[in-house]
């Protein structure tokens, strides 16, 4: 049997999430002046980026394989948590939608898989 979870409607958020955080990790690896300004904003150094999308990679990686599904919405989770406090911070609630989306697709999945 294979580590990786299948392709199938049960596993659509799982899917959906590892999606989500492989886009997030490739628009935040782009390093592009846009994304460094924001993460300058929210009180990061400009560099963060690339440890955003390294973590974001990893996140993304350790979701669609069983065995470490559980450390990869726990490291999803932080990710999340800790952009939406950053946000929150700024007092940019505008961007709140995409981490709060992100974090709910994880719950999501999290159920699913542990029901």
Not at 15 to 34: D, E, I, T, W
Not at 75 to 84: K, Q
């Amino acid at each position: 049997m294979s580590n990786l979870i299948s392709f199938s409607l049960a596993n659509a958020a799982t899917l959906a999430a590892a999606a989500a955080f492989l886009a997030g990790s490739f628009a935040n690896a782009s390093a592009r002046k846009p994304i460094r300004e924001e993460f300058v904003r929210y009180g990061f150094p400009w560099w963060w980026c690339w440890v955003t999308a390294l973590l974001e990679l990893m996140t993304a990686a350790l979701l669609v394989l069983r065995p470490t599904f559980t450390a990869g919405v726990a490291l999803g989770s932080c990710i999340m948590v800790a952009a939406i406090v950053a946000i929150l911070r700024a007092g940019d609630v505008r961007h709140l939608l995409p981490p709060a989306a992100f974090l709910l697709l994880l719950l999501i999945a999290a159920f699913v898989q542990f029901s």
